[in-house]
């Protein structure tokens, strides 16, 4: 699977998203084994895809990890994630950052 460098749907860094529509489970179980990996092409393009489709938890998810994986570009997602952060118990959240830790720390 070739991934081209995501772009934004949210925000200043490109006029169309990386995931013009809904991914393929397929497609999705690749860039999320990509991004268990490092790729942080691939986790962007997940943050991207999760908050398009509307999942939220996933959505964080998935930013945390691109974070911790430090991806570039992830500033434009940050209103539509401190959105919905509030939106989050703080239990939830705890786990989805273990969760992440643990995720990062396979990869060293």
């Given at each position: 699977m070739q991934l081209?460098?995501?772009?934004?749907?949210?925000?200043?860094a490109g006029p169309e998203p990386a995931v013009a529509s809904r991914l393929k489970r397929s497609e999705i179980r690749e860039l999320a084994r990509l991004?268990?990996?490092g790729d942080t092409h691939a986790a962007k393009?997940?943050?991207e895809h999760s908050l398009i489709c509307g999942h939220k938890k996933l959505g964080i998810r998935r930013y945390l990890l691109?974070?911790?994986?430090?991806?570039?570009?992830?500033d434009c997602f940050e209103i539509q994630?401190?959105?919905l952060l509030e939106e989050l118990e703080p239990a939830d959240l705890s786990q989805m950052v273990r969760d992440t830790r643990t995720i990062v720390g396979k990869l060293k």
């Open positions: 081209e460098k995501p772009t934004c749907a949210y925000g200043v991004a268990r990996n393009a997940l943050v691109a974070l911790a994986l430090d991806a570039d570009g992830l994630i401190r959105t």
